[in-house]
């Protein structure tokens, strides 16, 4: 499976960006994905999630409110749509994706819960 992320900037704070995410090659039928984030000089940090079903999702506290997740099943894609940037939003987005059933509502948000990543996108954030 390979996960191509697309959609990062430069954009000014305050403003908004959608990342989107999409999974090509031998691929299953259902998936949890996720976006995890790198800022210079940082670990890498869980931001988002959705569950195999698409019915449960988390956030990381910094972003509630702003950010919003969403996937298309038939596609196996996974969007994030970013509002109300600050420059501490300022990272390297990375999606990721782990094989999961379509029934189940685990959310995952440590790295260890996902199999497959994307290469990332910069996303900057000028203040």
């Known amino acids: 499976v390979q996960l191509q992320a697309s959609g990062g900037g430069l954009v000014q704070a305050g403003g908004s960006l959608r990342l989107s995410c999409a999974a090509s090659?031998?691929?299953?039928?259902?998936?949890?994905l996720g976006w995890f984030r790198q800022a210079p000089g940082k670990e890498r940090e869980f931001v988002s999630a959705?569950?195999?079903?698409?019915?449960?999702?988390a956030y990381t506290d910094s972003v509630k409110g702003r950010f919003t997740i969403s996937k298309d099943n038939a596609k196996i894609a996974v969007y994030l749509q970013m509002n109300s940037l600050e420059p501490e939003d300022t990272a390297v987005y990375y999606c990721?994706?782990?094989?999961?059933?379509?029934?189940?509502?685990?959310?995952?948000?440590?790295?260890?819960?996902?199999?497959?990543w994307g290469q990332g996108t910069q996303v900057t954030v000028s203040s």
């Open positions: 990721a994706a782990a094989r999961r059933s379509p029934y189940s509502i685990y959310v995952g948000t440590k790295q260890y819960d996902y199999d497959y």
């Open positions: 090659g031998r691929t299953f039928s259902s998936y949890a």
């Open positions: 959705v569950s195999g079903n698409g019915g449960a999702t």
